[in-house]
């Protein structure tokens, strides 16, 4: 059975796992999923620290896996999952890939993508913002807390 | 011996190299390659098509093998030197990567980064463009005519 907004919440709980992996191994705690007709097709986490590379971003990991699943690089009809507001590197790549939706959670008032434009997304793209934002955020927060 | 600016087209012409070489593989032809202490210790060309991954940009291959071969995510040491202005994916990579400068060749008025926010860089970044940029962009251009 599936009610209003379950979906939704359902997958950012599913990105929130990975954030928490994220968090588990020492990375900034952020998680992201691709969904294509109601059905994860890639999960991933920030790995910068494990793979010593910045562009190891959990969207962009994530990007990549769908595409290889689906033996496509346009990803038109899936939605990406991702706790936080991505940075304009991945929201670059969310355009490149011609996605459906995105969905985020907390807002990242650094480093966020709509700090520069909100045209960077592809036209066709949604953006649905705030979905558990507080956990989402919370778990940052925690995070850069436990460094200092 | 070296003169003044001979680093700069030397290195040019190397990613011009990989640019060529996308070309024949029938890749967008975007060369690039990142220098650190006056080597090359990372060459790359777009793969979106063979990868079919809209994120095998030649400057996030090339900044992946870069940190590969130094081991470290911060590439504050390293000059990338790219074909075509990078669009904001990539100039997002670059400033991740703290990279000490950018060089690039062609302007892209339609994806290029300098058409969103010049502040998309890292503010410790220098920046060079139009080196060699008819040889960069008439392959772009050629590329293209040869599509239709």
Known sequence: MKGPGFDVDFFMKEALKQAHQAYNEGEVPVGAVVVCNEQIIA?????????????AHAEIL?????SQYLGSKYLTDCTIYVTLEP????????????????????NDEKRGYTNYSEKILHNKTKVVAG??????GE???KFFKDKR
């Open 87 to 106: 940075c304009i590197m991945c929201a670059g790549a969310i355009h490149w890939g011609q996605l459906h939706k995105i969905v985020y959670g907390a």
């Open 131 to 136: 979905i558990r934002k507080e956990e989402c």
């Open 62 to 66: 994530a990007i990549t896996s769908a």
């Open 139 to 141: 778990l940052m927060t």
């Open 43 to 55: 999960k991933s986490y920030n790995m910068t620290e494990k793979l010593q590379d910045v562009t």
